[in-house]
């Protein structure tokens, strides 16, 4: 029945929060930890900032891979083999901050941490894309992204606070054990299927295959692409490797946190506030179906690197941080939704395999970019320079407005 083959697509997504939200818990832990760490031990900025990116350039080679898995294998086993890889992977910083060659451990520690969060990532996404029913496909992906995005602030405060009550070396510990206690939930829990409940009432409908060639052709299609990297260059990317930072220079506080909990705490609010804007947003589009007028919003409430560039004050960074965070809440549910319109029936793995290899290479290029910029030019002039990439994101929001207001003229007809 098709009522039944709804709730049962609903339980599978929502078996999906779990993993998420682990698999984001263990990369937010490394952010407020590792920039302030890294030079105690004598690591230059370059080479922190490298390590913080080298997990998503793994992921720009592996994620069309992945996208391809998910499409023929289902997300069962990528999500269990992701968790796991980063659990692993986790301990290799608490190896690295006892080792002579703490740089080294702390690279070998990251390259397959991109692989794990690639499996992660890619196959949350895409099954929030398969199972979600057609009237309720932006609350169903609001949940996922939620997860994911609700995870990394939950990450942050641990990796702030324990670090900074404790030492660097339980945080990851602990990043570590939690880690492998969501592998063994998505072993028991995750989904088996590789398709929604209800696609057996869509049987008789054509599925053209759809080659990676065919998707990288010039089209609608690039706009939600691009817009992820502008995005994860300036928020995941830049914001997130300087804050730390910034938090020292500025001597910013709350009461009795030190530098790295007063820096988690902060990127918790970001990227917490993004994730239940987005949950909003999920549950908005849904009844009215207006994509691309949330993009806009979002953008503009980008404008909060301005803000951030001139906080001297702890109240006037986090107003900057929850406009940065409101604004990507409005940019990401919609991004995945226009994409889960765009690409053919039977691409959406290598569709959200894109999405991600573009995402990647702005949150690669922004910390080395960030922390290098920061410590050559200082934070007014490389947190004002964000503001450019407004510039770039508007035309893409265009763009998507046109073909938005085109697909409601056909479906009128």
């Keep these: 029945m098709p009522g039944e083959g709804a709730d049962t697509d609903n339980r599978n997504i929502l078996a999906l929060a779990a993993p998420a939200f682990i698999g984001g818990l263990g990369g937010g832990v490394v952010f407020p930890i590792l920039p302030l760490l890294g030079l105690q031990l004598g690591i230059p900025a370059a080479l922190i900032g490298l390590i913080l990116s080298i997990n998503r350039i793994v992921r720009l080679t592996v ?100 670090a900074a009550q404790a030492s660097p070396d339980a945080a990851f510990l602990a990043a570590a054990a939690i880690t492998f206690v969501g592998a063994l939930y998505a072993w028991r829990f995750a989904p088996r299927g590789t398709r929604p409940a209800h696609a057996a009432l869509r049987e008789h ?11 990288l052709r010039p089209g609608p299609l690039w706009s939600p692409w691009l817009f992820n990297f502008f995005t994860f260059f300036g928020a995941q990317g830049v914001v997130l490797s300087v804050l730390t930072l910034l938090v020292r220079d500025r001597h910013l506080s709350f009461a009795g946190w030190g530098v790295e909990g007063t820096a988690g705490a902060l990127m918790a609010m970001m990227i917490g506030g993004s994730a239940l804007i987005a949950w909003q947003v999920g549950r908005r589009i849904d009844s009215s179906r207006r994509k691309t ?51 053919p029936a039977g691409s959406h793995g290598r569709a959200i395999g894109i999405y991600q290899v573009l995402g990647d290479l702005g949150g690669s290029l922004g910390p080395i970019i960030g922390l290098e910029a920061l410590l050559r030019y200082g934070g007014v002039a490389t947190l004002l320079s964000l503001t450019a990439l407004l510039g770039f994101m508007l035309p893409l929001v265009v763009v998507l407005w046109r073909w938005e207001m085109r697909r409601w003229k056909e479906n009128a007809d």
């Design 293 to 343: 007028a949330s993009l806009a919003v979002g953008v503009l409430l980008l404008a909060g690197f301005a803000l951030l560039a001139v906080s001297w004050q702890i109240a006037v960074a986090v107003a900057a941080l929850a406009l940065i965070g409101a604004g990507l809440g409005g940019i990401n549910t919609p991004l995945l939704l226009i994409i889960g319109e765009l690409a």
């Design 205 to 215: 409908e054509p599925k053209p295959a759809v080659g990676l060639r065919e998707l």
């Design 63 to 162: 994620n069309p891979l992945t996208g391809w898995v998910v499409d023929r294998f289902g997300a069962r086993w990528p999500l269990i083999l992701g968790l796991l890889i980063e659990a692993v992977s986790t301990l290799c910083f608490h190896v690295g901050a006892h080792a002579a060659y703490a740089a080294a451990w702390f690279l070998f520690g990251r390259v397959p941490w991109g692989v794990g969060s690639s499996l992660l990532m890619i196959g949350a996404l895409s099954v929030a894309l398969m199972f979600a029913s057609e009237t309720g496909a932006g609350l169903a992906t609001a949940k996922v992204r939620m997860s994911l995005s609700l995870g990394m602030p939950a990450g942050l405060v641990l990796g702030g606070l324990v």
